[in-house]
Every structure is written in structure tokens, then in C-alpha cells.
């Protein structure tokens, strides 16, 4: 298949990886694959990416960038203002940058979703961003001071792995999206969860197991 001149070779493997990537998982899409599904020729991922990795880091950047932003915008108000902030405002910096991507761009933000759904299970190290990371962190410290420091990343690790998986599945509209009533319950769950574990986590309870 021949290429258009007109046509961003380099984005048509970005939409193409992020398709193949989220239906089938990075492990089970080739590079052959990425390439034919872009209509490109054989070399052209490791012209434009250098490799099947470098082409998986460009493609968590399409929307990674933008929702990382808004994830430690939200944290850092959170950790300004502790006394204001809830449970639920913790599940909400997470959940508030990934509807307005699935709002702002259904197709590809539902695909990026779903393979950063797959890779907080099998890769999880892989789209972790440090500096965003040690804000939401931070901010779960603020709400939670008497929290073990230790009980904080996998509590909040497990609320981004649920919040993700569950966005991604087929809701109870007409068209299979999650509804307003889904993603409330779904918030509501997660807050409820988020807060028992991280109530009942003090330093000297967890000492004395």
C-alpha cells in the first residue's frame, strides 16, 4: 500500500501502534504489523522511533503529556489545601484528566486508556511518571497524615488500576460507554475503598503486625 505524499507517515504508526497496542497488547503486535497497519513501508518504525520501545514511549505520550499535567495540577491543590480535601477528591485527580480525554477525543483516548489499562498490569514501571507520581503520593499524605508512607503508593496504585480497567469496559448506555450513574458509582467505590484502607493504615498498627 503506498503512501500519500500529504500524509504524516510518523503519525499514521503513532494511531496505528495505539490501535494494534490496545486491542491485542504490545507483546502480541509486531513491528511488521504497526507498519502495515499504517500503510507505510517495512522500515519505517525504526526510521521514525528507532524501535518497537521507542515507538511505545511515543505512543503514551499522545495523551500522556496532557493527563499527567492535569493529574499534578490537581495534586498539588490538594496538597495545598489538605484540610479541604477528601477521599474522593483524591479518586477525582485521577478520574477528572481521563473523562475529559475519553470527552475530548472518544476513539483514540478510549484506545490509550485501554492500553495503559493493560500495562498497569503487566508493566507497570513502563508508564509511571516520577514527578507526577510523588504529587499524588503527596497529596494522599496530606489528606491522610497519620497514614503509613508505605501503605500509600500501592493503595493509590490499586485506585488508578481499578479506576482505568473500569473506565474502559462497556458501560450500561446504548452505545456501551460508562454513564454519569456508572462513573459516580464507580468514584464512590473507590473513595470508599481508598479511605478504609488509608484510615486504618497507621504507622504504629502497621509496626506492631
Request: negative net charge; proline residues 6%.
Amino acid at each position: 500500500m503506498a503512501q500519500r505524499p500529504d500524509v504524516d507517515g510518523r503519525q499514521l504508526l503513532l494511531d496505528a501502534a495505539l490501535k494494534l497496542f490496545a486491542q491485542e497488547g504490545v507483546e502480541g503486535v509486531s513491528i511488521r504489523a504497526v507498519n502495515r497497519e499504517a500503510g507505510v513501508g517495512p522500515a519505517s518504525v525504526h526510521y521514525h522511533f528507532g524501535s518497537k520501545d521507542g515507538l511505545l514511549d511515543e505512543v503514551l505520550l499522545v495523551h500522556g503529556k496532557d493527563v499527567r499535567t492535569k493529574i499534578a495540577e490537581r495534586a498539588k491543590r490538594l496538597i495545598a489545601e489538605p484540610d479541604a480535601g477528601s477521599p474522593r477528591d483524591l479518586v477525582e485527580m485521577y478520574a477528572q484528566p481521563y473523562l475529559e480525554l475519553l470527552a475530548e477525543h472518544p476513539r483514540s483516548g478510549a484506545e490509550w486508556l485501554r492500553l495503559v489499562g493493560r500495562l498497569t498490569q503487566s508493566d507497570p514501571d513502563r508508564i509511571s511518571d516520577r514527578a507526577t507520581t510523588r504529587l499524588t503520593q503527596q497529596a494522599a499524605a496530606a489528606i491522610y497524615p497519620d497514614a503509613a508512607a508505605e501503605a500509600i503508593a500501592p493503595v493509590m496504585r490499586m485506585c488508578v488500576q481499578v479506576l482505568v480497567t473500569q473506565l474502559t469496559r462497556p458501560g450500561s448506555s446504548r452505545r456501551g460507554k460508562p454513564t454519569l450513574d456508572d462513573v459516580e458509582l464507580l468514584v464512590d467505590f473507590l473513595a470508599g475503598g481508598l479511605d478504609s484502607a488509608l484510615s486504618s493504615s497507621e504507622p504504629s498498627a502497621s509496626k506492631a503486625v
